[in-house]
């Protein structure tokens, strides 16, 4: 299974006698799966329907599904919603009351409010509207059809930046081990020199206890463990990406902050200076796969 980005657009139209329609879905970036639906009046009761196919093509996103329809039916078109003008006009005296220098309200004013003047909708019976209703939801199967090759094409690109920070990381990674390893060394003779330079007026301590003190350190200092987990979360995010276990954005995040914990774990050990430089490029490597895992599914 491919990997998939969050984000995607796509439309889809179709006409079925004096009916057109048009699809618009669009998905962003979410934690989990939020599906909201604009129908057109008349047409929400293929609202449920519309939420579980998104729910059967993805995972995780907003998405917002679009509905919109248009009757073609010579000049009567339109007619005037009697009972909404009714109400607007009974509400006139009391807005006078709270807003005494409101002016009188024009007549085209009133008609431009929504919802006043509304399209003649062509009467259906059920068997009408139940094909009507078919075609509708089979343009919708097509538009969710090219919004998951968008969301594919989006994450094909992503797959390729994020393949690329881990790289960055495994090669950081691999810096880290070989100055890790000369840190033993380079502990015992600091410390040696310390101790000599703060007892120069006494007799030397003797070599055991010199011993003794920097095994402790350099058993606080071993990156080891760090290094390890830090190689085989990177093999886990690159098993992630070849997309074998569907949606993996989340997975990818929780790696991220491992990551991020043994980096952070490595530089507050390092003794050493170019060390602590490479722990600091390795954060930022980290930070930079977040950011693209965020768009992840």
Known sequence: MPLSSMTGFARSEGQKDACAWTWELKSVNGRGLDVRCRMSPGFESLEQPARDRVAGRCRRGNVSVTLAVTW???????????????????ALPQIRLQVPEAGTPSIDGLLALRGVIEPIEEKLDDDQRRVLETAMLADLDRALEALAATRNDEGARLAAALAARLDDIERLTGAAEG??????????????????????????????????????????????????????????????LKGADGAVGRKLDFLCQEFNREANTLCSKSQDVELTRIGIELKTAIDQLREQVQNIE
């Open 72 to 90: 073609h039916k010579g000049d009567s078109g339109f007619r005037v919603n009697q009972a909404m003008l009714g109400e607007l006009l009974a």
């Open 179 to 240: 100055l890790a390893a000369t840190q033993p060394a380079a502990i015992r003779e600091r410390l040696k020199t310390q101790v000599e330079e703060l007892v120069a007026d006494v007799p030397a301590i003797p070599e055991e206890r010199l011993a003794q003190e920097a095994a402790i350190l350099m058993t606080k200092a071993d990156m080891r463990e760090e290094l390890d987990r830090l190689k085989a979360h990177e093999e886990s995010a690159r098993h992630l």
